[in-house]
């Protein structure tokens, strides 16, 4: 009987690390590979680490369109917590088939404005005429061309142009928020897309509201 007892005993201590570990493995950021697309668990946005909050597959019908990937200083589940969460943020975009770059610039527009107050989208107005200018000159992105638009508190929005800054920085803050409700508002892009970037999905399932 007391061999047994210290048997369970020994067991339950060796059990009790390797719990430990397997615990805190899973509490790391992982990274997500989508349609040959990886987003690593970390970036490096101003100096400031940022973790991979979600990322998904953008469709259109049954197209693939692009894969979009969320970084924030911290995990959010929400759209409200992921707009309330302070430092700096990143949305990171790769397409995964051709499309003409100044309508999918004008796609992004009509979202800011279906998913924001009519007072924060005026407020909006100037980074949503840059955002324009940067695609219009682009004129056309292809599979595999990326772009991800980062926004660093004190300083604005970036966006960057398959690893080239576009713009000068965009200096409202309402002009990020309404970029993000893009994909996380109340008619977002796709809301397969919208769960997985808030980490409750892995990718996104073609049930999107929107066009963009």
Request: glycine residues 8%.
């Amino acid at each position: 009987m007391r061999q047994t007892f210290l048997l369970a005993v020994t067991a339950a201590a060796l059990a009790a690390p390797l719990a430990a570990q397997a615990q805190a493995q899973q509490a790391q950021p992982q990274a997500i590979e989508l349609a040959g697309v990886r987003y690593e668990p970390t970036v490096q946005v101003a100096n400031t680490k940022l973790v991979l909050n979600g990322a998904g597959i953008r469709y259109k019908a049954i197209f693939k369109v692009y894969t979009a990937g969320l970084y924030l200083t911290a995990k959010a589940t929400t759209p409200e917590a992921v707009l309330a969460t302070p430092g700096p943020r990143r949305m990171h975009i790769t397409m995964l088939r051709d499309i003409d770059a100044n309508e999918l610039g004008k796609l992004f527009t009509r979202g800011m404005e279906q998913n924001t107050t009519r007072d924060d989208f005026m407020k909006s107005i100037a980074g949503t005429l840059k955002l324009s200018e940067v695609f219009s000159a682009k004129k056309k992105l292809v599979a595999g061309d990326s772009f991800y638009v980062d926004w660093t508190p004190g300083q604005g929005t970036v966006i960057v142009v398959n690893g080239k800054p576009a713009n000068e920085p965009i200096k409202e803050p309402e002009f990020y928020s309404s970029l993000l409700k893009i994909w996380l508002g109340h008619s977002p892009a796709d809301s397969g897309l919208k769960d997985a970037l808030l980490g409750k999905t892995a990718t996104g399932n073609g049930a999107g509201a929107g066009n963009n």
